[in-house]
């Protein structure tokens, strides 16, 4: 298990590192943490939030700015294959004291919604694995885990528990 003294960036490079991921589409990209300690060759980025360039920690080459289940249309047109797709949605459902996540997710759309649509989007484009960051654990009937990391991190009083689960396409269902 890794703990609050690992960033979370460098599980992320040693997952993407282990599937020799050159060319990424992050469904939920934000300002770009997760490729601290590893820029893949391409890197798109999918995120309904556009930030200013000095926010992001690393920009990406593409950014789509909607979210994950109306960008289809514009990665065909981009023609491109990539290697995983990476995704990271907000962690509750229900958000305590937070009225603007309420916002976000009748926008935006909720966790669940977010992590089905983005296996569906890298089902449809072929992508042949996916690296999922979330509170819990999900199977997915088409998707076989080939890795996980469990992840802490304490501080203060401040305490979550976490996954990383890198995913393959299944051959049955046309993976590799």
Known sequence: MASSRV???MIVADMLQSISAKWVLDCTYGVGRFYK???PKILVGIDPHIY???QYIVKPDILIPRPVWSAKKIL???NMKFDVAVVDPPF???PRGYD???YYYNLFGSP???IEKSFELAKNLGIPHLLLHFHTTKNHEEWTPIKTVEYEYKQGYLQTHSYFILYEFRKEFGGP
Request: proline fraction near 5%; charge should be negative.
């Open 7 to 9: 960033d979370t960036a």
């Open 37 to 39: 300690f590893y820029r």
């Open 52 to 54: 200013p360039d000095d």
């Open 76 to 78: 065909e047109a981009l």
């Open 92 to 94: 509750r459902e229900r």
């Open 100 to 102: 603007k996540r309420l």
């Open 112 to 114: 669940e919604l977010i």
